[in-house]
């Protein structure tokens, strides 16, 4: 029997969860839910559902995804948890750890499920590197993106770089010894361009980068080990890797490693994935408890850029 799901917030991305979980055959779409009551209409319309205004008039639903403002997170994750009903929360889990521990003792008290929404986790390209990298010594990642004028309520730490955060750990898994960083403000109130370094124990270093005003969109990852690297391009979800072998008469080589990888849309893969976890037949790739830790690094990062610019001026 298909589970009955609705998504609350349909604005840029919250559409596309109603596209993707009106068309999935274990997910019967129940409701989508907006404030504007005009575009809840217009996404009902589209994909042959029921639309609200208010999510605490929705009834009878075995799964949400909660695609609002980073600043409602709380407030209707809790709502729906509090009730044993499964949530997909969009990243970042929440803006601040206090509400992020919040949403953890709501999901704690009842039986639903609770997955975090770090859509590059599923992206194919890089669910093949997270099989392939072993030991990482160094990592970097440039998020570049023009300017949109959305979720400029939060700094481009929680809107952009924090899906490098996440990945960061999930392929180092070693705890994070220091955070160094530098950010500014350009175009909006909060911190429009950020650079990041991560040194975790063990040695390895990530340096991430992350701007959301930049000319054209560029979003790649490069991982360094003993005689391994890879590029992976997470638009093109495309990886180039190269490795050293040494041959039966002791030479050394440098060979191309090649990937097969099948292209696919990342966030039909989380849904599917967050359905199997609602049903019980899998677990969850980002918990409430990565999502937490991610957002306690990028927390780290904020403090440290405001702090600098503190002792500068």
């Given at each position: 029997m298909a589970l009955k799901t609705a998504v609350i917030g349909v604005g840029s991305l919250g559409q596309h969860h109603a596209r993707i979980l009106s068309s999935l055959a274990n997910s019967n779409l129940v409701a989508v839910v907006d404030k504007n009551v005009e575009r809840a209409?217009?996404?009902a319309s589209k994909y042959n559902t029921s639309f609200l205004s208010d999510y605490k008039d929705l009834k009878e639903v075995d799964a949400v995804v909660v695609s609002v403002p980073t600043s409602l997170h709380l407030e209707v994750s809790k709502y729906f948890l509090e009730k044993g009903i499964s949530v997909l929360c969009e990243k970042p889990m929440s803006a601040s750890l206090k509400e992020c521990d919040e949403i953890l003792e709501s999901w704690?008290?009842?039986e639903g499920k609770l997955l975090v929404g770090h859509i590059e986790h599923f992206n194919p390209a890089v669910e093949s590197v997270l099989n392939s990298v072993s030991n990482p010594g160094f990592l970097e990642v440039h998020r570049l993106g023009v300017f949109t004028g959305r979720s400029l309520d939060v700094d481009v730490v929680y809107d952009l770089?924090?899906?490098d955060?996440?990945?960061a750990l999930s392929?180092?898994?070693k705890e994070i010894e220091d955070v160094d960083a530098i950010g500014v403000n350009v175009l909006s109130q909060h911190i429009d361009i950020a650079n990041a370094r991560l040194l975790f124990k063990g040695g390895c270093v990530a340096n991430l980068t992350s701007s959301r005003?930049?000319?054209?969109?560029?979003?790649?990852l490069r991982i360094f080990e003993k005689n391994s690297y890879f590029s992976v391009d997470y638009g093109e979800q495309s990886i180039e890797s190269y490795r050293i072998e040494t041959s039966c008469d002791g030479k050394k080589e440098i060979k191309k490693v090649d990937f097969n990888i099948e292209k696919k849309e990342p966030l039909r893969i989380e849904l599917e994935h967050f359905l199997k976890v609602v049903e019980g037949k899998e677990s969850p790739k980002v918990s409430g408890e990565m999502g937490r830790e991610s957002v306690r690094i990028a927390s780290t990062i904020v403090d440290k850029i405001h702090k600098r610019w503190l002792m500068q001026n």
């Amino acid at each position: 029997m298909a589970l009955k799901t609705a998504v609350i917030g349909v604005g840029s991305l919250g559409q596309h969860h109603a596209r993707i979980l009106s068309s999935l055959a274990n997910s019967n779409l129940v409701a989508v839910v907006d404030k504007n009551v005009e575009r809840a209409k217009e996404i009902a319309s589209k994909y042959n559902t029921s639309f609200l205004s208010d999510y605490k008039d929705l009834k009878e639903v075995d799964a949400v995804v909660v695609s609002v403002p980073t600043s409602l997170h709380l407030e209707v994750s809790k709502y729906f948890l509090e009730k044993g009903i499964s949530v997909l929360c969009e990243k970042p889990m929440s803006a601040s750890l206090k509400e992020c521990d919040e949403i953890l003792e709501s999901w704690n008290k009842r039986e639903g499920k609770l997955l975090v929404g770090h859509i590059e986790h599923f992206n194919p390209a890089v669910e093949s590197v997270l099989n392939s990298v072993s030991n990482p010594g160094f990592l970097e990642v440039h998020r570049l993106g023009v300017f949109t004028g959305r979720s400029l309520d939060v700094d481009v730490v929680y809107d952009l770089m924090i899906h490098d955060i996440e990945i960061a750990l999930s392929l180092v898994k070693k705890e994070i010894e220091d955070v160094d960083a530098i950010g500014v403000n350009v175009l909006s109130q909060h911190i429009d361009i950020a650079n990041a370094r991560l040194l975790f124990k063990g040695g390895c270093v990530a340096n991430l980068t992350s701007s959301r005003i930049s000319r054209e969109k560029v979003r790649k990852l490069r991982i360094f080990e003993k005689n391994s690297y890879f590029s992976v391009d997470y638009g093109e979800q495309s990886i180039e890797s190269y490795r050293i072998e040494t041959s039966c008469d002791g030479k050394k080589e440098i060979k191309k490693v090649d990937f097969n990888i099948e292209k696919k849309e990342p966030l039909r893969i989380e849904l599917e994935h967050f359905l199997k976890v609602v049903e019980g037949k899998e677990s969850p790739k980002v918990s409430g408890e990565m999502g937490r830790e991610s957002v306690r690094i990028a927390s780290t990062i904020v403090d440290k850029i405001h702090k600098r610019w503190l002792m500068q001026n």
